[in-house]
């Protein structure tokens, strides 16, 4: 079975950080860009950061630039997401995922976690 397994999320207090991981589990990722979205409820999912495969150029949404980084660990299987300077608009469910295309839409999107829960209070 592949998944993508999330893990890092909870409370913190605005200004604090947090690192989130997805480890891809079933089969490696390594060829694939692998992206980061949130939702808050209510709200739509929305593209936070994408790291390429091949170059391992990156990419963020405006709402996060200069705060959050995305990396990757080919060894490891693994995405991060270092959350920095956190605020009380950042608290979603965050999701990773992974395309074979380099892209924000979600749509094209091929494999996704379970999400983990951010909470971010003032």
């Known amino acids: 079975q592949v998944e993508l397994v999330e893990s890092g999320g909870g409370s913190v207090q605005a200004g604090d950080s947090l690192r989130l991981s997805c480890t891809g589990v079933?089969?490696?990722?390594?060829?694939?860009?692998m992206g980061w979205f949130r939702q808050a409820p209510g709200g739509e999912r929305e593209f936070v950061a994408l790291?390429?495969?091949?170059?391992?150029?990156?990419y963020y949404g405006d709402s996060v630039k200069g705060r959050f980084t995305i990396s990757r660990s080919d060894a490891e299987n693994t995405v991060y997401l270092q959350m920095n300077s956190l605020k009380p608009e950042d608290t979603a469910v965050y999701y990773c995922?992974?395309?074979?295309?380099?892209?924000?839409?979600?749509?094209?999107?091929?494999?996704w976690g379970q999400g983990t829960h951010v909470t971010v209070s003032s």
């Open positions: 995922a992974a395309t074979r295309r380099l892209t924000q839409n979600p749509l094209a999107y091929d494999y």
């Open positions: 079933g089969r490696t990722f390594s060829t694939f860009q």
């Open positions: 790291i390429a495969w091949y170059d391992g150029n990156t």
